[in-house]
């Protein structure tokens, strides 16, 4: 399979990688020859992994992701491991225990994350394609930010076997890159069926974008374009939506009320599910070791308070809040009633429109240090989140500047028409470069 | 609102660790992140989150896994073949 190797020794100057692989063996297929970039939180056998957090510095896993294996066998080359949010935890990649990832557009703005490291490997040109990981965002935020397309798919189109689990009812592994056409191309390998993922769906991804989107039907989310939305961003996204009726899409004004209370149930039901999955990290299986002649709790205790960032036990304490009993009526189950409302208002828009379009983010990319309180963070993640909820794909290619920094498009569909999404993307791309 | 001791109880929970020069400013932003989620209290509906997921089985039979020495490769510490734990008791 692996016959040929590419040499990847790129000037790493904006820390978008904490691996690479400088002699980086490929095959024959799809993806041949081509370097691409994994996210750290991805399992490569044998290429060191650690969700940009120290408690997994020095783990090899021993296995591939389902995905790895797929690009293996397309022929791709794994040309490193991308920076990232601790665990994926974070807006800005900034959370990375290894340091934080420059944006290439402009080196004192934050590249947007968790999948901060992949966007930015794209947008210098070090790879063509990347894989990233969206959670609440991570792949339409980094995407916006650096100015490249990124697509959150459907939830069960790709296998999470082998993605090492922040929080499992919304995260979906996703293609990066230049274009549209590169996304797709990187779709058609990694989505299908795998046995050893629960979640997976048998639906395959075999699309040819096609930029033709006459007579579909754009809803217009309120919510997307009103408060804590800046201006501009609003404004270049508006134009954005108005080349979309020129090729001879027509516009629906649309509302979701439970954008109201999207966030909150997004934070409650990730920071939960966190808690229980960042149990496993205790420093016995792997990562730095626990001391084995204290007890269990001191033991677990000393390597999980010195080897976690403050966001991921800010996260893992809120989560363990969340569910402890007296609270999880007052936190986790009204977020899922939530979750369940959010699904309904999309399920009722998409009974009138094909897709929802609006703003990726609610601003451009922030300055380092800006967001400092976590709260104003999470405040950052209002307009992906809803997608995550709700399990629908969605796509965001840039569509304009605004300072000189990119603007993200978001384009969201109904549940497994990832293709129209891509091909509602590719219409706008190609009105662009004319 | 949410006081420090009880901050200090769910890192205890977590077996998160957490010192004191920290406490006062995690204790804060724990409970400015709760002022928020207090919106959730308006939220009307019932029921869990509907998915068109059904639980997928198999036969219990053996199938190929990894190899001791693989799994034992990224353990702290390991005795005879096994990963060694702190003591519980």
């Given at each position: 399979?692996?016959?040929?190797?590419?040499?990847?020794?790129?000037?790493?100057?904006?820390?978008?990688?904490?691996?690479?692989?400088?002699?980086?063996?490929?095959?024959?297929?799809?993806?041949?020859?081509?370097?691409?970039?994994?996210?750290?939180?991805?399992?490569?056998?044998?290429?060191?992994?650690?969700?940009?957090?120290?408690?997994?510095?020095?783990?090899?896993?021993?296995?591939?992701?389902?995905?790895?294996?797929?690009?293996?066998?397309?022929?791709?080359?794994?040309?490193?491991?991308?920076?990232?949010?601790?665990?994926?935890?974070?807006?800005?990649?900034?959370?990375?225990?290894?340091?934080?990832?420059?944006?290439?557009?402009?080196?004192?703005?934050?590249?947007?994350?968790?999948?901060?490291?992949?966007?930015?490997?794209?947008?210098?040109?070090?790879?063509r394609m990347?894989?990233?990981?969206?959670?609440?965002?991570?792949?339409?935020?980094?995407?916006?930010?650096?100015?490249?397309?990124?697509?959150?798919?459907?939830?069960?189109?790709?296998?999470?076997?082998?993605?090492?689990?922040?929080?499992?009812?919304?995260?979906?592994?996703?293609?990066?890159a230049q274009n549209?056409s590169d996304v797709s191309l990187l779709?058609?390998?990694?989505?299908?069926?795998?046995?050893?993922?629960?979640?997976?769906?048998?639906?395959?991804?075999?699309?040819?974008?096609?930029?033709?989107?006459?007579?579909?039907?754009?809803?217009?989310?309120?919510?997307?374009?009103?408060?804590?939305?800046?201006?501009?961003?609003?404004?270049?996204?508006?134009?954005?939506?108005?080349?979309?009726?020129?090729?001879?899409?027509?516009?629906?004004?649309?509302?979701?009320?439970?954008?109201?209370?999207?966030?909150?149930?997004?934070?409650?039901?990730?920071?939960?599910?966190?808690?229980?999955?960042?149990?496993?990290?205790?420093?016995?299986?792997?990562?730095?070791?626990?001391?084995?002649?204290?007890?269990?709790?001191?033991?677990?205790?000393?390597?999980?308070?010195?080897?976690?960032?403050?966001?991921?036990?800010?996260?893992?304490?809120?989560?363990?809040?969340?569910?402890?009993?007296?609270?999880?009526?007052?936190?986790?189950?009204?977020?899922?009633?939530?979750?369940?409302?959010?699904?309904?208002?999309?399920?009722?828009?998409?009974?009138?429109?094909?897709?929802?379009?609006?703003?990726?983010?609610?601003?451009?990319?922030?300055?380092?240090?800006?967001?400092?309180?976590?709260?104003?963070?999470?405040?950052?993640?209002?307009?992906?989140?809803?997608?995550?909820?709700?399990?629908?794909?969605?796509?965001?290619?840039?569509?304009?500047?605004?300072?000189?920094?990119?603007?993200?498009?978001?384009?969201?569909?109904?549940?497994?028409?990832?293709?129209?999404?891509?091909?509602?993307?590719?219409?706008?791309?190609?009105?662009?470069?004319? | 609102?949410?006081?420090?001791?009880?901050?200090?109880?769910?890192?205890?929970?977590?077996?998160?660790?957490?010192?004191?020069?920290?406490?006062?400013?995690?204790?804060?932003?724990?409970?400015?992140?709760?002022?928020?989620?207090?919106?959730?209290?308006?939220?009307?509906?019932?029921?869990?989150?509907?998915?068109?997921?059904?639980?997928?089985?198999?036969?219990?039979?053996?199938?190929?896994?990894?190899?001791?020495?693989?799994?034992?490769?990224?353990?702290?510490?390991?005795?005879?073949?096994?990963?060694?734990?702190?003591?519980?008791?």
């Open positions: 399979m692996a016959a040929h190797e590419i040499t990847f020794e790129p000037d790493d100057r904006y820390n978008a990688f904490l691996t690479t692989c400088n002699k980086a063996p490929h095959g024959d297929g799809k993806l041949g020859g081509i370097a691409v970039a994994v996210k750290d939180n991805i399992s490569t056998k044998g290429i060191e992994t650690t969700c940009g957090s120290k408690i997994l510095k020095g783990y090899i896993p021993p296995y591939d992701a389902h995905v790895v294996d797929l690009l293996k066998q397309s022929g791709a080359a794994i040309a490193g491991k991308t920076n990232m949010d601790e665990f994926g935890m974070g807006t800005t990649t900034e959370n990375s225990s290894f340091g934080p990832t420059l944006n290439p557009c402009d080196i004192t703005r934050v590249p947007g994350g968790s999948s901060g490291g992949s966007a930015a490997a794209i947008a210098a040109g070090m790879v990347a894989l990233g990981t969206d959670t609440g965002g991570s792949i339409r935020c980094p995407a916006a930010f650096c100015g490249i397309v990124g697509l959150k798919p459907t939830y069960g189109r790709v296998s999470r076997y082998g993605l090492i689990a922040y929080a499992n009812s919304l995260e979906q592994i996703g293609p990066m549209v779709m058609q390998v990694i989505a299908g069926h795998d046995r050893r993922d629960t979640t997976s769906y048998n639906k395959p991804y075999t699309h040819i974008p096609s930029p033709d989107i006459k007579g579909i039907k754009i809803g217009i989310p309120q919510e997307y374009f009103g408060q804590g939305v800046d201006n501009n961003v609003a404004e270049v996204t508006k134009r954005a939506i108005f080349r979309l009726e020129e090729l001879g899409a027509t516009t629906v004004p649309c509302s979701i009320p439970s954008m109201e209370y999207a966030l909150a149930a997004y934070y409650v039901t990730c920071t939960s599910e966190a808690s229980s999955n960042l149990a496993r990290f205790d420093g016995v299986r792997y990562g730095p070791a626990a001391d084995t002649k204290k007890s269990w709790h001191d033991a677990y205790r000393e390597v999980r308070e010195s080897n976690f960032g403050t966001e991921v036990r800010r996260r893992i304490m809120l989560g363990t809040f969340a569910l402890s009993s007296g609270y999880y009526g007052k936190y986790y189950a009204k977020a899922q009633v939530a979750r369940e409302n959010i699904k309904k208002d999309f399920s009722r828009i998409f009974s009138e429109v094909d897709v929802i379009a609006g703003p990726t983010m609610p601003t451009i990319a922030f300055k380092f240090g800006e967001k400092s309180d976590p709260l104003s963070m999470y405040l950052a993640d209002i307009l992906t989140v809803p997608a995550n909820l709700a399990g629908i794909p969605a796509i965001s290619v840039p569509c304009g500047t605004v300072e000189g920094m990119p603007v993200g498009l978001q384009i969201m569909g109904k549940p497994f028409e990832d293709e129209r999404v891509v091909d509602v993307a590719c219409a706008y791309e190609q009105v662009v470069s004319r | 609102m949410v006081t420090e001791k009880e901050v200090q109880h769910i890192a205890g929970l977590a077996d998160i660790g957490i010192n004191t020069e920290e406490l006062a400013e995690f204790t804060s932003r724990f409970n400015a992140i709760l002022d928020y989620f207090d919106v959730l209290d308006r939220v009307q509906g019932e029921g869990a989150v509907s998915c068109d997921l059904s639980n997928v089985m198999r036969e219990d039979v053996v199938e190929p896994s990894l190899p001791q020495a693989e799994v034992l490769k990224n353990a702290g510490a390991q005795e005879d073949g096994f990963i060694k734990a702190p003591r519980v008791m």
